[in-house]
């Protein structure tokens, strides 16, 4: 095939005009800080509710549970055991699940919406009992209660601001 270097070209055919330096457009930049918020709130969701999970798989024996459940019924101690178990294995696989929703990128489906919506609920009814019936704590860890009032509410935001941050974007 020989290519006429002279010819004039069809006009019919619109060939972009090269730019000299990528110029991001506003909608870009707005995408982009919306995934980038997504990523690291969900991820930082996932991880907090990941290391709950795991503090909890140890607590029984880094608080020495067994010497406190000394007289009481066997039956009681199991059940105190197997809810801390479940508890841990729940809120773990909540966590791995959060992690996989921080990998995708929006737009997500409506279940993906709802699951994470879901989470954050149960950290915000978690945080509600745990502020009306507060864990009783003696005096050198008095600091703890802040922290342990304040977790679920941050658990909370973090699972909700990438879907009220979304469905601003997509408005």
Same mark, same amino acid.
């Given at each position: 095939?020989? +290519? ?9 055919? @619109? ?5 000299? @330096?990528?110029?991001? &457009?506003?909608?870009?930049? %707005?995408?982009? %800080?919306?995934? @980038?918020? +997504?990523?690291?709130?969900? *991820?930082?969701?996932? =991880?907090?509710?990941?290391? =709950?999970?795991?503090? /909890?798989?140890?607590?029984?024996? /880094?608080?020495?549970?067994? &010497? *406190? ?7 009681? %101690? ?25 990998? =995708? ?7 993906? &919406? ?11 009814? /978690? ?18 209660? *802040? ?12 699972? +909700? ?11």
């Amino acid at each position: 095939m020989i +290519w006429n270097v002279h010819a004039r070209p069809d006009p019919a055919i @619109r060939v972009p005009e090269p730019r000299t @330096r990528h110029e991001p &457009q506003a909608k870009d930049v %707005t995408a982009t %800080t919306s995934r @980038r918020l +997504w990523f690291v709130s969900l *991820g930082l969701g996932g =991880l907090l509710d990941c290391s =709950l999970a795991l503090y /909890h798989s140890i607590l029984p024996y /880094h608080m020495n549970w067994a &010497q *406190g459940l000394v007289g009481v019924p066997d039956s009681l %101690t199991w059940a105190l055991y197997a809810l801390n178990f479940s508890w841990s294995v729940i809120v773990f696989l909540t966590a791995c699940l959060v992690l996989h929703a921080a990998r =995708l990128t929006p737009p997500v489906d409506r279940f993906v &919406q709802v699951a994470l919506f879901a989470v954050g609920l149960f950290w915000l009814i /978690h945080g509600a009992y745990t502020w009306l019936h507060p864990l009783p704590l003696p005096g050198a860890f008095r600091w703890l209660a *802040g922290v342990l009032m304040a977790f679920p509410a941050v658990a909370a935001v973090l699972h +909700w601001l990438p879907l009220v941050v979304y469905r601003e974007r997509s408005a």
